[in-house]
């Protein structure tokens, strides 16, 4: 049986007189390790060092966690894990059949009560191994009853009277598998598009709907449509998705055809045979996830401006999105709201705003993380979930277990990422060219892509009513 395994070095220095860290070292996937610094009691210049090593068995149900204990650092009293990443599709203790510290039956020592003590843990679903006593390296294994998906998640180490809180993949989604995941690569800086579409096909993404084109209207192949740039608060490279209307007003990919509108976006590849695992295919259950962060002033209109979709890729009805993340305004640009927009075309079963009147001002130069769910039958399952990482404030947290989530003759439904939006009564072919005096220059930032599946369709390729 194969293992995946991900290494952390952590240096966590913990005193009363200094709140700060001397050194962290870290290799992939985390990228940054946050301290719970405010450790009363502590003796002054401690250091508390440990490597961790997590080890995630590729059947999905085997995780092992090893801490290895350097020089002058302190035993572990308890290691606690957050299970709670994926609402109610999150395993639970009651979910962990074997439980093992060091080769020795650990079963009696776990447990998800925390008690009172310096870690101040911000979930109900965990799992904490309690009593580890004394030893040079700690390895905690637990077996679960299914198959869970890999999540990013927290633990909680206690060593003497501190607490170090450290970033570690942990079960996640019962059922699911990951098909695939992006981040955005350094080596993308200064790339021109074609560079960046190769490089998302890679992962099974496309970018291929953008205004650097040539001829028609809205062509504008002079602009940088897609930046990659270092992002502070995240302490990582992403994509920054641009759209224009100074100096050039973007079009639609030169299109003459709709010559109302702007679009800048990437998707999952046009492609159902070698990436339907990133596609919804008919009956099949996918979980999405991303984060994106809009600017401050971020400027919508009365019309369509769409930063996410779910869209059919065929069909007699493929028309119009399935599913849009949108942000909106009053006529005259007051009232900015987020909305989430169900339609279903040629049927009577649209549900329209589903969300409504979620204060744009919440999203507004603040990332956020995305958790999308959806069950692709006409009967189906829609749960949208966005949580402000700053602070952790859930701005939207919607389900629906009976919503049509198929267009009918369609064989697979994409998802879309960027800026889609009318000019909002003005048009590309007019003399002069018009546009809403709302809209402006704007800029919508992505990164941290993951789809994951259960119950694949065998035959995702045939179109279904």
Sequence with gaps: MRSVVRRFVIFACLSTMSLGCRQEKLSAPATSVPVVSNVPGAPNNSDYAIALEVTKMTD???????L??????????????NLGNCGESSPTIGSIRNAKVNGTDWMAHITAANGNNQCSVNTSNFVKFENLGAASQYIIEFTLDTLYSEVNSLCWLKAGTSC??????????????????MVTDSAMVGKPYSAINTYMKTFGFDYSEHPSC???????????????????FLKKYVFRFNIHIDPVID?????AGTVDRQ???????TNNTTWAKVQGNWDEWQRLEWKFKLPAGFQPTNSFCHIHQLKAQDGPYHGSPLITITPRSDKDGGNKRIQIIHSVDGASTGKGKIVDNIPLADFEDQWVQVQEEMHFTHHGYYSCKITRISDGKVLIDFKDDNIDMWRKGSSYIRNKYGIYRSLAGGKLDQTPVGQSPLLKNESLWLTDFKVYEKHPNPDPGAPHD
């Design 60 to 66: 999905g149900y085997n995780w092992k966690y090893t």
């Design 68 to 81: 290895t204990k350097q020089k002058g650092a302190r035993d572990i009293s308890y290691f606690l894990l």
């Design 164 to 181: 170090l809180t450290v970033p570690v993949p942990a079960p996640g989604c019962k059922g699911y598998q990951l098909t695939t995941s």
């Design 214 to 232: 040539s001829g028609g209207y809205g062509g504008h192949p002079d602009g940088i449509h897609c930046d990659t740039e270092w992002d502070s």
């Design 251 to 255: 079009g639609d990919r030169c299109s």
């Design 263 to 269: 679009r800048n976006e990437m998707k999952s590849a």
